[in-house]
Each structure stands twice: as C-alpha cells, then as structure tokens.
C-alpha cells in the first residue's frame, strides 16, 4: 500500500470506545480490490525561480474515473461491499444507517452513531470515526482497538486498500468534494489532481466549558514546505469560571485538549512565552498585523483583541525549527518558552484520565510553531483551533513523555535496514496511561518494551501511528530504575525491497532535499553527502554530489545521489522521538 509522503505524529489520547449500532451487512461478497480564505489562481503559480503547472488529469485507460476521494469511497467501498443493498444500509437503513449515493455523505460526517457516543465520521479522526472502527475491527483486528460488532457482518471483511482509502478520506477532513493526496493509488482509476483540503473547523466549547485559542491564518504556497513561528497575545480572563481557576485568579485548570488543522498539517506547537506585555513591541517580533479577516495586513496591537475582527493580530512570521533563536530575552533559547498543546498530525484529541489536570494562565504570549507542507499547485493558507476544556477534579497533575534525547540517531547507509534503541526511566509512582511514537518516513517499525521483554507498543506505519491507550493506567512503582525502563526501538530502511534488493526510489536522496526555510539555510539544514549510486551501477559506492561517472553502467548514466540517513526536521530526515503521557501517584512512592 501507499502513503502520504509527509510526516504524521500522533501526540493523541484515543477515548474508551463504546459498543455501538452502526450495522454493517451486504448482500454481495464481491470485494474490490470549512472555512479558508487560500487564494486559488487560474494560472501556473510561480514557486521559486520556475513556475509549477497545475498537474492535468491523467488517461484512465480501462479504469474508473472518479470526481472525487469520497466518490471513489462510495462506490469502491460502500457500493462493492454491498453495504447499499435495499436489506442493509439502503432501503432498510439498518442502524438508523442509509448509505444510498445521494444521502451518503449528509447521513455519515459529524453525525452521532446510535447507541454510541462516538460520531459516525469525525473529520480527521479515525479513532473517534465509529465507520472506521468498525470496518477495522474486521480488516485490521489487531492494529484495531475497538470492542464493538465489526463490519461488513455476514460477508468478507473490505480489503487493506480500500481501508487505506477510508482512513486518507476521513485523514483528510473527510471532504465531499476534490481528491485527497495519496488515495490515487489506492483506486482502480482516476481522480483528478489533488488540491489543498480545508477542514471543517473546530467548534468552540460551550460557554463554561472550556476556551479556544486560533492559529494565526499561515500562507502555504504551492509545491511548499514551511516552518515558521510567530506570537499571539490571549486573554481569556471572562471567560473562565471562576470554580476552574486556582486561588490567586490568575491562572486555570484544564483536564483535555483538543486540536484540529487543515489537512496540510505536519505538525504545530503551542508554546507559552515567558515574557511580559511590556515586551511585546521588542524589534525581534516585527510586525504586528492583522492575519486574516476582513483587516487583514492592517498594523495592531496585539492586545486589542478584538480590532482584526474575524482576523488575529500576530507578529511576524520567521523561519524557525521548533522557535529556536525567536523572540527576546536571548533570542529564544530554550528556557524563555514551553510548550503547552498542539500536536504532529492535524487532529489530536487528549481526553485525560479522571483527576488528572494541566494548569495555564488566564493571560499571556503564545509562540506558534507551525510546520505545514502543500504537495498542490495551488497556493492555499492553513488554519487551525485548539481547544482547552476545563478540569472539575483536580488530584494529579498530568506529565509529558517527549523523549528527544537521540532525535538524530538514525544514520543507516544507503540500501540498508537499522535498528536504533534508546531507554526512558520514569518516576517511582508512574501511572502510565499513552503511549506513542515518531519517525519520519523511513521508519518502518516502532515497538516499546519493558525491559522484561513484555511490548507495551508496536506500530508501523510512520505518518498515521498507533496511539496507545492504557486504562487502567500501568503503574511504576518500583524502587528498581530497570523495572520502570521503556527500552524503545525503532527500525529505518533505506532504500531496501521487500525482497532485499537496493530502491533507488526510497533512499535518501540529496537531489530531494527540500529548499526554502528548511533546505541548506535552515537552522538544522536539510542536506546530506551522497555516497552510493541511485542510477547506473545502483547501489555501488561513490564519492560526493559530481562523483556520477564512477556510477555510469554506460557513458552518462550515472547518478550519484544516494546518502545515509540524516537527521532533520523534515519528511526527508529523520527523528526518533517517544511520547506519551503519565501522572504520579505519591502512594505509590
């Protein structure tokens, strides 16, 4: 199968899932195989010093021709499977269900399921989508963590392509119109070429309940990949009762987040800065302008919240890996900010245990790390909400697993597989309730073990990973540091076939190093020295970028362009990072 050529970390809390009444059933056995304000040009759009060509829809040949992701899911996995047969979700509308063409989409996405609290398809969000879980449950029952009646009931279970399919959609914002990136591959015909996906945006939380902080609106032109940060001023003193502040008024109590980005996503990061308002008109910030909106461009202050009115009043945006060297106060070092939300993949839901809380203050700046890549050839801006919901009980304070301590060790040459391990001691009173996982693309394999060898964790696709939830939470307590050691493992391959042989179409290569703010004038550039043949002699040793004679089988054919794994920060590097997330329990120090 394939996959998105981007980054997808899940930093999630997966919810308990109940048992549900979304009924699967066929009569067939057959089985095949909003809200942005983007600009859309009508003319090739010029990215750098050559202009990108909107892509032409290709011939289809002997296969279908789809309008979009969705109708290709219709037909290919609803209508195939005979899940819109008259006795299922046809006619009958088996489970309050009707799948038929024409009410398919109105009567799936953000929908409630009956008998369940899940919704049929949340946008983005396959974990929390009963429609996945379900057509998991029986594709993929053991990467699947779902309790309830899989489906098609009765019939064979939908293939892993069409799964794939399903989970890019609902990845994907799960829209009704136009082509998600990826899921070409994954039909038996054509889509038109793939544009940038808006998702539907988050709602705030009823009044009482819980705030919502707005990522700044963040040009991504076509054929791009960016990192940026800038900053925000927020005040949400009015709108926190006062049961969910601490004793002083000065800050609240939270016990989830929620986060959801467009579909362009690779990752954003919330970081309170530890500065004051007096620092705001620093020079390291720039511009204050509205971003956004009906004021958009117009200079502000960035602590009249209300003046961009449907806009943000941010700074500039600089180029940054992770806001090292922004803002004032030693030019961003660490230490001058710490991140409080977001995540590395465009939806995130962190629902924490009972009793378990965060605390943030009522007013402050936030520093927005966002990273975002656009694979069309449409300019396009990315937008995004993240939502805190307020904490009633109050007992243990929540702790972040985000282990970088060997980010950059993955360094396999070219056309071979490795293995890099690392340790993480948690707290004597550890109560461990998630689990999750980073690479980039090259990682193949990620598992989390006790040092007794028992797995707590396995996942292998690198851009949509597993996100291990454990309830009741697994307890550390003892006074050994090897027993409250997760040895965590992840495998890289690059540029190896599934038969062993050299890919010159999956090593890392220097001719596919990105440019721009995250090419060879990034803080951690993204380059590498090529040191074996992706042409010619493939997978023979050469020596550096205009050593391809050594790689020609016949005069000219040479190219020498394939490298070791570097480390990075983008889909073209590699990280090896652990996450997750506990609390302490003092009785069980």
Known sequence: MKSLPVTRLATTVIATLASAALIGCGSSAESGSTSTSSPEPDEPIEVGPEPVDPPSTPSCGAGEEYISTFEAVQRIVFERNGCTADVCHGGAAAGGLDLSADVAYQNLVDVPSSGSSLLRVRPGDKAHSLLWLKLAEKTDPENTDYDGAPMPSGLPAITLDELDLVRWWIYAGAPESGTVAGTESLVDGCLPPAEPQPIAPLAAPTSGTGIQFQLPEFPLPAASELEYCYATYYDVSDQVPEKFQDPTGTSFYFGGQELRMDAQSHHVILNLASIGVDELDDPSFGNWLCRGGERSGDPCNPTDLAFCGAGLCASDPQPSFACIG?????????????????????VAVDDYPDGVFAQLPMKGVLYWNPHAFNLSAKNTALNGRMNYYFASQRDYRVRAIFDTSAIFAANAAPYTKQTVCNDHVLPQGARLFQLNSHTHKFGERFTIELTDGTQLYESFTYNDPVDKRFDPPLAFDSTDANERTLRYCA????????????????????????????????????????????????????????DHATCDSSPGDGDCDACRITGGETTETEMFILLGGYYVDPSGL
């Open 326 to 346: 922004y803002g004032p106060r030693g030019a961003g070092a660490f230490g001058t900010y710490q991140p409080i939300g977001g995540a590395q993949q465009p």
């Open 491 to 546: 495998v890289y391959n690059n540029g190896v076939t599934s038969d062993g042989l050299p890919d010159p179409q999956t090593v890392t290569r220097l001719s596919r190093m990105p440019d721009g703010n995250l090419g060879a004038g990034a803080v951690i550039p993204a380059t590498c020295t090529p040191v074996a043949c992706a042409a010619g002699r493939i997978g023979d040793s050469c020596d550096g970028a205009d």
